[in-house]
């Protein structure tokens, strides 16, 4: 990536713990972060003062850049962050982007793509929030956990996908304890082990 180095000189490196929140929309700077691991959500609330009602609609993992809206001069928007997975990332203040975009602007073609790489992610995942199995969108979610994690294990309680897919704990409980019976996955205390990945596929995609 061109002046890569300019871009790590003026950030500073951060770990990402489950459960933070990145990019509140209270906050007087902006900022922009570029992650190197673990996994944020994508989270729209739909009630006022209640972190845990609404939707994920999307989830990013590794190389993946959050907040470059704010360094284009577009406000943070409507989305909350929600660190998914324990990770890294660089982070830096928006004015410093848009100052770098200004010296070079061939930092707005790699900063559409990312942008246009999260959109598709969220239109995917917003037309498959109207399923209505639960068991489908359980598979889905995990898969695509697994897929922005890499290599790292998958660390989720029953409740923290629940709101992330926006139903009921128990019914993500059901799901997971059928799909553990089949011999799908595991899971103890939040640590889940995905066992049969072309089952998985196969339910998502039904």
Known sequence: MPDQDALVKSARFIELKPGDVLLPKHADQPLVYF??????????????????????????????????????????GNLTLIVQSHGYA??????????LVKRHPYWLMIFTKSLWTIYQEIARLAAFSHVMDVRKRLADWLLISQRKCGTQPLFMTHEHIANMLGVRRASITIAAREMKLKGWLDYSRGHIVIQNLEALHTLAAA
């Open 90 to 99: 660089y982070m830096l203040e928006a004015e410093q982007l848009r100052l």
């Open 35 to 76: 992650l190197t691991s673990g996994s944020v959500a994508l989270f729209v609330t739909y009630k006022q003062g209640q972190s845990n009602a609404g939707l994920a609609v999307g989830l990013v993992g590794n190389e993946a850049a959050l907040g470059l809206q704010a360094a284009l001069g577009m406000g943070v």
